[in-house]
């Protein structure tokens, strides 16, 4: 198990911002691919961002130019920062991670082996 333990989420207004963190304990973290995911009330889970191990940087239609995904591999912790955002953003974020070195689809939830707890994201208009 490679426990992932998200943290950041809260309550913001709508045009605001908010920055979500994960760290990872266990699994060699600068070697995996790092995820976030989002679940709005009766949705469906939804890929919201990626960093390669490389660090390169992969975003869902509806959150590129206004969130940024990073990581830190001497802290095990990948970031989510959030900006101007909208009652539409109003979810329970997860953060995954894929240690294996099989191929995958980025935006491919299922293909991350592990995810976190998650923590709510409320955005009010």
């Known amino acids: 198990q490679v426990p992932l333990v998200e943290s950041g989420g809260g309550l913001v207004q709508a045009g605001g911002s908010l920055l979500l963190s994960c760290v990872a304990s266990?699994?060699?973290?600068?070697?995996?691919?790092m995820a976030w995911s989002r679940q709005a009330p009766g949705k469906e889970r939804e890929f919201v961002a990626a960093?390669?191990?490389?660090?390169?940087?992969y975003y869902g239609d509806s959150v590129n130019g206004r969130f940024t995904i990073s990581r830190d591999n001497a802290k095990k912790t990948v970031y989510l920062q959030m900006s101007d955002l909208n009652a539409e953003d109003t979810a329970v974020y997860y953060c995954?991670?894929?240690?294996?070195?099989?191929?995958?689809?980025?935006?491919?939830?299922?293909?991350?082996?592990?995810w976190g707890q998650g923590t709510q994201v409320t955005v009010s208009s």
């Open positions: 995954g991670a894929k240690y294996s070195s099989t191929p995958y689809v980025v935006g491919d939830l299922s293909g991350y082996e592990y």
């Open positions: 266990g699994g060699s973290f600068s070697t995996g691919a």
């Open positions: 960093v390669s191990r490389s660090g390169t940087p």
